[in-house]
């Protein structure tokens, strides 16, 4: 099969069925998975296609969003890089420079964790002896840390999405407008230079922006497949982040743009 024809089949797929993925295409063509990702790259150059964390969706489905088990299977491994990288920047680690003191008398610092699937990954990796003040709307984020005897801990609540098991809406929203931590460990679908950060729901979306103003230092946990990804909500710019934590797959020049642009990035 030639290319075009290879192409127009995927692209058929894809409108059938509102997701195409690399692997599932090599094996169905017989072909090498950089085949697939070279045939969606030039369907997502011709409008026709989006690529996506793994695969592609049909252009005009900004909206679509993978479930939280699927999520938690991409780049696994790069996940759980970023969330080790991102322990040095708790408040009071050894190896950190922005905790030590404690903000009401709660632990030595305080954090709000993002819902998502790195930031639950950064959770299982706090030590089970640490001293914070962690506040998340994150139900899976919640349940990793809820063990820790040193951890003054806060659930916010909100109606749940079942998609993310986040909570959202004005309940959510209230609660952080009374926070004031001292980093935030963000999370995103997509994020680019000039896209900025962006999600696939609204009320996802308004959520994180609550959560930036919450903060006085921003820390986006985002692995490099999320960069150029542009979803249906915007939520904030890259220059809201103070730092940016996420993988080697991320080129040197891509990570030196953000640099300029006035955020650290670390390739873990």
Known sequence: MYAPERQQEILRLARESGRVD????AEEFQV?????????KALDRAGLVRRVHGGA???GRLDFEPDLAERDAVAADEKLR??????????????????GGSRGGHGFGSVILDAGTTAARLAA?????????VVTHGLPVAARLADHPGLTLHLV???????TRAAVDDWALRAYREINADV??????????????????????????ALIRAARRVVLLADSGKFEQRHFARFGDLSDVDLLITDTGLSPDDALAIERAGTEVVRA
Not at 32 to 40: H, N, S
Not at 84 to 99: F, I, K, M, T, Y
């Open 157 to 163: 609540g909100g109606r749940i999405r079942h998609r």
């Open 57 to 59: 969706i049909p252009a």
């Open 32 to 40: 090498t998975a950089e085949t697939v990702r070279r045939d969606l």
């Open 184 to 209: 935030l460990f963000l999370a995103t679908n997509g994020f680019s230079l000039d896209g900025g950060l962006t999600t696939p729901d609204l009320a996802e979306a308004a959520v994180k922006r």
């Open 125 to 133: 990796e706090i030590p089970l002896e640490a001293e914070l003040t």
């Open 22 to 25: 690399v692997l599932s295409l």
């Open 82 to 99: 970023i969330a080790r990288a991102a322990l040095a920047e708790l408040p009071g680690s050894e190896n950190g420079e922005h905790g």
